[in-house]
């Protein structure tokens, strides 16, 4: 009972933010152009709205950065990267890319995480090196099915 005394002064989270859709579609595009493997459109619109939350200027900074890359006709980041003035510009691109692949967007305590299995820092070595975790059979290993027990001795 004493919880619901909390509620009305927790704060707003980045997931109670709405995000147009052209927005969201502008953000997957650039996130395509600058991270070229399939990227999962759940995580990119919780690391959208958590990014448009934490940086009012980042609609603005992907529409830009669009433009830059749609003047070079590009398909892949080494397109148009290099055509990014230093600067703010840079440092969205930057920090869009470093959220796919840590999963948060600040390295803090505390931070949100928005993909812990998906995070793309773990894709190129997947086949190899195993996700740290403490469940035994891997990332979400507590939401798989046991293996069923072998029959019981009758004594």
């Given at each position: 009972?004493?919880?619901?005394?909390?509620?009305?002064?927790?704060?707003?989270?980045?997931?109670?933010?709405?995000?147009?859709?052209?927005?969201?579609?502008?953000?997957?595009?650039?996130?395509?152009?600058?991270?070229?493997?399939?990227?999962?459109?759940?995580i990119g619109k919780r690391l959208a709205i958590?990014?448009?939350?934490?940086?009012?200027?980042?609609?603005?900074?992907?529409?830009?950065?669009?433009?830059i890359a749609r003047k070079?006709?590009?398909?892949?980041?080494?397109?148009?990267f290099p055509d990014v003035p230093v600067g703010p510009l840079k440092e969205t691109a930057l920090s869009i890319i470093s959220a796919w692949y840590l999963g948060v967007l600040t390295d803090a305590s505390g931070a949100e995480v928005f993909a812990y299995e998906f995070?793309?820092?773990?894709?190129?070595?997947?086949?190899?090196?195993?996700?740290?975790?403490?469940?035994?059979?891997g990332p979400n290993g507590w939401n798989a099915d046991a293996p069923p027990l072998s029959d019981m001795p009758k004594f």
């Amino acid at each position: 009972m004493g919880g619901f005394a909390v509620l009305p002064t927790l704060a707003v989270s980045s997931s109670d933010v709405a995000l147009p859709d052209e927005s969201l579609a502008q953000f997957m595009e650039i996130s395509s152009l600058l991270i070229q493997h399939q990227l999962d459109p759940g995580i990119g619109k919780r690391l959208a709205i958590a990014m448009t939350a934490a940086n009012a200027s980042l609609s603005g900074h992907i529409t830009e950065l669009l433009a830059i890359a749609r003047k070079k006709n590009a398909t892949v980041v080494e397109d148009f990267f290099p055509d990014v003035p230093v600067g703010p510009l840079k440092e969205t691109a930057l920090s869009i890319i470093s959220a796919w692949y840590l999963g948060v967007l600040t390295d803090a305590s505390g931070a949100e995480v928005f993909a812990y299995e998906f995070a793309l820092m773990y894709q190129p070595t997947v086949d190899v090196m195993t996700i740290p975790t403490y469940a035994k059979s891997g990332p979400n290993g507590w939401n798989a099915d046991a293996p069923p027990l072998s029959d019981m001795p009758k004594f």
